[in-house]
């Protein structure tokens, strides 16, 4: 069936080819028959003939071989490393990610160090390597005291985090990491411990800066997995190797995270050169590196304290700027708060005399209106309808004037507050009153007549200040 479903197709094909041929062909004669034949023409033609997709795909296949290759080969050796992790297990010190076994392996190089401390058994000079004991014999002995490890028990990746985490607000620069890697089949390995790291002058110093907090001591086998690693990452190539590195860690970031710490190297000795010199020249070239680092940090830390001094001070200043600002903001604002309510109260007080004049004008003029409408003062001579009037003022002066009988006191008031108004008497609320009788006339009085309230002919009138 598959040979017979071939078949058509195969021969659709040879169709659809003879007839390109034959066109290709055509096309050629009627070129060739052309006055001016093209080149390019017949390039195109070439280039979109059916015939060049089906010369591309095997090189397609040739290509991509390669890949599928690799997916057998991996499927076809899956079993065969499956047998070989069971038949090679992982050893103790393998795995770098493993913290198990590398503080097993940290913990195997310390005893390595403190059997080698064992065998020497140094005396430390101002420490407390001796202690005294009775004998029996009652005199008092010295006793050795052997000295501790200065590498610490732990793999590489905790003494990091140790070292990335010790900084504080006291203390924010990190310990020193004193590097030491030991190759067991090297001849001369063995040896260098017992005769350099273990010295007493080199072994206090590491003690009495590890006790300080000030260098962590990290030793290891290169047999193991961070002493594999540590090799590549400082390409060590001779042993024994000596180094010393100050450590930095970004402190917006995880400090667990090794692409966030960097290393700066203050000290490298290795392979003979560590044999050349003396132990109380490595301890020395150690605790120049030291003090000369301790003396950068000092700087560094003197700097930062001054950079935070003038921070603060800064900050102090602007704070006090500031305060000092809001309050001649606010001395400007009660200022001005008080020009405004000046200016308020006195466009009330013009806006008061204002009407206060304006009231005064008026009441003047109605005065003057009162006394017009009134006919004026009678001539003189007249007798009849005539009323003598003497008004007797607060202030002792007497003032005599004839009214008509027919007036009313409105008239009389009239008169009072523009002979008032005249002689700058200042009187604007005013009563009067009779002695004989004692009348008291008020404003609802106004309307009555001369006649009527008994001051005809002739009355004495005394004037009051209401507002007195």
């Known amino acids: 069936m598959a040979s017979d479903t071939a078949s058509p197709q195969s021969s659709a094909t040879q169709r659809r080819t003879t007839s390109n041929i034959s066109n290709a062909s055509s096309s050629s004669n009627n070129n060739n028959n052309a006055q001016h034949p093209s080149s390019s023409s017949a390039d195109s033609n070439l280039m979109n003939s059916p015939t060049i997709p089906n010369l591309l795909y095997p090189l397609r296949l040739l290509l991509k071989l390669p890949a599928i290759l690799t997916i057998l080969l991996r499927v076809a050796i899956w079993p065969l490393i499956k047998v070989l992790n069971i038949i090679f297990s992982p050893k103790e010190f393998d795995g770098v990610h493993n913290s198990v076994n590398a503080d097993r392996a940290a913990r195997a190089f310390v005893g390595l160090v403190r059997q080698q401390i ?265 007798k009849v309808g005539v009323a003598r009037m003497r008004f007797t003022l607060p202030n002792g002066k007497k003032v005599d004037r004839r009214f008509h009988s027919s007036d009313t006191l409105e008239v009389l008031r009239a008169f009072l507050t523009l002979h008032f108004d005249e002689t700058g008497v200042e009187i604007k609320n005013f009563g009067m009153s009779t002695s004989f009788p004692k009348k008291t006339f008020g404003e609802e009085d106004n309307k009555l007549t001369l006649e009527e309230a008994g001051l005809a002919p002739q009355a004495v009138v005394m004037v009051q200040d209401l507002d007195a």
């Open 118 to 382: 064992s065998v020497v058994r140094p005396v430390l000079t101002n420490s407390s390597t001796t202690a005294a004991a009775s004998g029996d014999d009652g005199n008092v002995m010295e006793q050795y005291v052997e000295p501790s490890c200065p590498f610490t028990e732990k793999g590489y990746t905790a003494t990091m985090e140790e070292i990335t985490n010790s900084n504080n607000s006291n203390n924010p620069h990190n310990p020193l990491l004193l590097l030491y890697l030991h190759s067991p089949l090297h001849s001369q390995g063995t040896k260098f411990i017992h005769n350099f790291l273990c010295h007493p002058q080199l072994l206090k110093l590491l003690n009495d800066n590890t006790e300080n907090n000030v260098v962590k001591c990290f030793g290891a086998s290169v047999h193991s997995a961070d002493g594999q690693r540590l090799r590549d990452m400082m390409e060590v190539t001779s042993f024994p190797f000596m180094a010393l590195l100050s450590v930095k860690s970004s402190s917006s970031a995880n400090n667990t995270n090794n692409n966030n710490i960097s290393m700066e190297l203050l000290l490298r000795l290795e392979s003979t050169q560590l044999f050349t010199i003396q132990p109380s020249q490595i301890t020395t070239y150690l605790n120049t590196a030291i003090t000369r680092h301790a003396q950068i940090i000092a700087e560094e830390t003197a700097r930062r304290l001054q950079r935070e001094e003038d921070a603060r001070l800064r900050e102090e200043q602007n704070r006090e700027y500031q305060e000092a600002l809001l309050a001649d903001q606010m001395r400007e604002m009660e200022r001005n708060e008080q020009l405004e309510r000046e200016r308020r109260e006195r466009e009330e007080e013009e806006e008061r005399t204002r009407v206060e004049m304006a009231k005064e004008q008026s009441r003047l003029e109605d005065a003057k209106r009162i006394l017009e409408l009134s006919g004026g003062e009678p001539a003189v001579g007249t």
